[in-house]
T-cell receptor, first 114, second 114 residues
Framework: AQTVTQSQPEMSVQEAETVTLSCTYD???????LFWYKQPPSRQMILVIR??????QNATENRFSVNFQKAAKSFSLKISDSQLGDAAMYFC???????????FGQGTTLQVKP | KAGVTQTPRYLIKTRGQQVTLSCSPI?????VSWYQQTPGQGLQFLFE???????NKGNFPGRFSGRQFSNSRSEMNVSTLELGDSALYLC?????????????FGSGTQLSVL
């Protein structure tokens, strides 16, 4: 069975500082994708960043980057220069290459302090 | 391009009733999937439809059903509502359901069962 674990229910960061959210996963598949989604109070899930398992290079999207450790099955999200608008719940998700089903972690609530 | 649209935003029902939720995917997207979000269970996959066919199903009772129309719009139905069905129901779409870009989510329908 595939699982995704986020061990930090809540995190806080000072505005302009850097924060890292942790995620570990388990899958027996060799072809899979990993995602970080953001869910603000509006409830809409917004894709933050994605990583293909076959790519060794860590994905980067502006202030967001990941540290993908395939052997350790770890997929952490780093947010640099945190902004007040980054405050939200963040979900790590896993998808096998041959299915459209996303497996989500329990989420991490990020608070950004001014 | 319009995003994923879910209607209604809020619903209040009583136990034993049935409910139908609607989802209009992004234009050109043929895959629609549904997720249930609760504080206790987190985000759980309900089912996925592609070209009017259910392609994948989560571990939910038969009271939960869905369908997809020829224009890719999807509905999900919950019959004989129980208190535990109170949740945020999220719909997501993608071109094929197997896309590297991941899923695009709507803002959800908040269902309260009294």
């Amino acid at each position: 069975a595939q699982t995704v674990t986020q061990s930090q229910p809540e995190m806080s960061v000072q505005e302009a500082e850097t924060v890292t959210l942790s995620c570990t996963y388990d899958t027996s598949e060799s072809d899979y994708y990993l995602f970080w989604y953001k869910q603000p109070p509006s409830r809409q899930m917004i894709l933050v960043i994605r990583q293909e398992a076959y790519k060794q290079q860590n994905a980067t999207e502006n202030r967001f980057s990941v540290n993908f450790q395939k052997a350790a099955k770890s997929f952490s999200l780093k947010i640099s220069d945190s902004q007040l608008g980054d405050a939200a719940m963040y979900f790590c998700a896993l998808r096998s290459g041959n299915t459209g089903k996303l497996i989500f972690g329990q989420g991490t609530t990020l608070q950004v302090k001014p | 391009k319009a995003g994923v649209t879910q209607t209604p935003r809020y619903l209040i029902k009583t136990r034993g009733q049935q409910v139908t939720l609607s989802c209009s995917p992004i234009s050109g997207h043929r895959s629609v999937s549904w997720y249930q979000q609760t504080p206790g269970q987190g985000l759980q996959f309900l089912f996925e439809y592609f070209s009017e066919t259910q392609r994948n199903k989560g571990n939910f009772p038969g009271r939960f059903s869905g369908r997809q129309f020829s224009n890719s719009r999807s509905e999900m139905n919950v019959s004989t509502l129980e208190l535990g069905d109170s949740a945020l129901y999220l719909c997501a779409s993608s071109p094929s359901g197997r896309d590297r870009e991941g899923l695009f989510f709507g803002s959800g329908t908040q269902l309260s069962v009294l």
